[in-house]
């Protein structure tokens, strides 16, 4: 009985034998050949730990509020391309009249333009709310409606809602910058801004958090202008949709 075991392991290692040879010509043939020792993974270095940092705030356990849109009817079945995007802005100016500052501020050329919006006689292409965009920023399988407002001095407003099951729309993302390009990519709206360093960009993505039910600047880098040395590669323009998502 005790010889058994020794015997298996003999006959069970024999078909390995004749794979010695193409193991060893594997680096006359052009197969994979041994990089050599990898190095040593470097993990990240705390410097200064006897310093006291500074101490972050929890965040509100249900979020921010939802901020809704008033004066205008309920969609249906949380869809926003129902939304006229000149009656949303001007319903939000009504709602927060003489507002010159945070996310509803607008100087005063361009409220009197977005008011003139739509009436005889006024071109489209003179009304600061432009065409808007239609895409899925939050994951729950509907569109949210993307809008941009034109400021003097290339300032832009960009501002994002999404429709509750009650048709009630809700203002999830809102911010005004000097603005080279707004794009979507995948569920984020990333904007393009100058950064104050000759030659490159600052790059903001927004994303939806679950948890404050609103968008937020979740990654922030500057990069190289297109045409540059080792910038990255431009991304197409998109096209605005008044019916689908671009």
Do not use: F
Not at 41 to 54: F, I, M, N
Not at 72 to 97: F, K, M
């Amino acid at each position: 009985m005790s010889a058994r075991p020794p015997a298996r392991a003999a006959l069970l290692a024999l078909p390995l034998l004749p794979l010695l040879p193409l193991l060893a010509a594997c680096g006359d043939t052009g197969g994979p050949v041994g990089a050599g020792p990898a190095p040593t993974a470097s993990g990240p270095v705390h410097l200064w730990p006897e310093r006291k940092g500074a101490s972050v705030p929890p965040a509100e356990p249900g979020g921010a509020p939802p901020e809704y849109v008033q004066g205008l009817p309920p969609v249906t079945g949380q869809n926003v391309h129902q939304v006229d995007p000149v009656a949303l802005v001007q319903a939000e100016l009504a709602a927060h009249p003489d507002t010159d500052v945070g996310p509803d501020g607008m100087p005063p050329e361009t409220v009197a333009a977005i008011k003139t919006c739509g009436q005889a006689g006024q071109p489209r292409e003179k009304c600061p709310v432009l065409a808007p965009y239609y895409r899925d920023l939050t994951g729950n399988g509907v569109d949210e409606l993307v809008v941009g407002i034109e400021m003097p001095d290339r300032m832009m407003s960009v501002r994002a809602y999404t429709a509750d099951p009650d048709g009630r729309l809700n203002r999830i993302m809102a911010t005004t910058q000097t603005l080279v390009t707004v794009e979507l990519a995948g569920q984020d709206v990333i904007l393009r801004m100058p950064s104050g360093n000759p030659g490159y960009e600052l790059v903001t993505a927004w994303s939806w958090d679950e948890r404050q039910r609103t968008m937020l600047p979740t990654r922030e880098q500057i990069v190289r202008l297109p045409g540059t040395a080792q910038s990255p590669s431009a991304s197409p323009p998109l096209k605005p949709s008044a019916e689908g998502t671009p």
